[in-house]
């Protein structure tokens, strides 16, 4: 019975100075503010993870959808930062405001790097170039192998065979040095690759136009589709050389791994920082 009394006895007191000043007691603002930081460490941590998630995903969908989830978490931080501020700046420890102002620092460098980061998750180029390459490109490579197998057949002609053969030779390895290029990271690589894909692709304009010259004086009836194909397939290769350049699934994966590291560490670092001085400084000096 003493002891409700004197619980009650101390939460009158506690009212009165809430009223007397206007704000809460120093022991219940602390309490809101450790509340809050582990708060921000778990929005946080739980960005980041969906973060990684949109940079691996292998659809344009699920890579939205988890970019729009760690914006999500980005802007309940915003919300628990601004109540923290709060806290902190009515208990006017000069400290506390000088750490929180440094998370502040770190976490707008967060902010920054994911705005940059995410851009390029939900690109998804390297695997739309992939996705071309392996479908549309090998389909329209096939056909176009397929009908020269079928000029060369029909033909008795040993110029026609050789320019025949030298053509999907030339072509089909165009096609390997496409799945070279697009996981490449190296703008110099992909440079000497695209010289190579640009030599080979003159060397089979070469074979066809020398498969004419053996057609003639009557032009083979699959040399129009062989032509034709060919030019879908140039086509295609452009295209997904041009996907391929922007990197933007080789680029947003080595930023996840470095840069954002380095950032996530700094605001985890400021956060715990803050932590330790709130709950090192005595309720009575506050």
């Given amino acids: 019975m003493k002891s409700q009394l004197a ?4 939460m009158a007191v506690m009212a009165v100075a809430v009223g007397a000043c206007g704000k809460e007691p120093a022991i219940v603002r602390a309490t ?81 790097l994911d705005k940059r980061l995410l851009a390029l998750a939900v690109a998804n180029t390297n695997l739309k170039a992939t996705r071309l390459s ?35 030779i030339s072509a089909l390895r165009v096609q390997s040095l496409l799945m070279a290029h697009i996981p490449s990271p190296d703008d110099a690589e992909m440079t000497t690759l695209e010289k190579r894909i640009g030599e080979l692709s003159e060397e089979t304009d070469r074979q066809l136009a020398a498969v004419g010259e053996a057609a003639a004086p009557r032009p083979h009836e699959k040399l129009a589709e062989v032509t034709k194909t060919w030019s879908e397939y140039r086509r295609i290769v452009a295209e997904v050389l041009r996907l391929s350049r922007q990197n933007t699934n080789v680029l947003s994966f080595d930023v996840s791994v470095h840069e954002k ?25 506050r």
């Fill in 261 to 285: 590291r380095r950032v996530t560490k700094d605001c985890l670092a400021a956060l715990a920082a803050l932590l330790k001085t709130i709950e090192s400084v005595p309720y009575g000096t």
């Fill in 32 to 112: 809101q503010e450790v509340e809050l930081i582990h708060a921000i460490q778990n929005a946080l941590l739980k960005s980041v993870e969906a973060e990684k998630s949109a940079v691996l995903s292998t659809t344009d969908e699920e890579s939205r959808a988890l970019a729009m989830e760690a914006q999500r978490f980005a802007t309940k931080i915003n919300r628990l930062r601004r109540d923290l501020r709060q806290l902190v700046a009515a208990d006017g420890q000069l400290r506390e405001t000088a750490q929180l102002n440094a998370f502040d620092a770190a976490w707008g460098d967060f902010e920054d």
């Fill in 134 to 168: 392996v479908s549309d490109g090998a389909m329209v490579l096939d056909r176009f192998v397929d009908a020269l197998v079928e000029m060369q057949r029909a033909s008795a002609d040993s110029g026609l065979i050789r320019a025949t053969l030298a053509a999907s």
């Fill in 7 to 10: 619980v009650m006895v101390v």
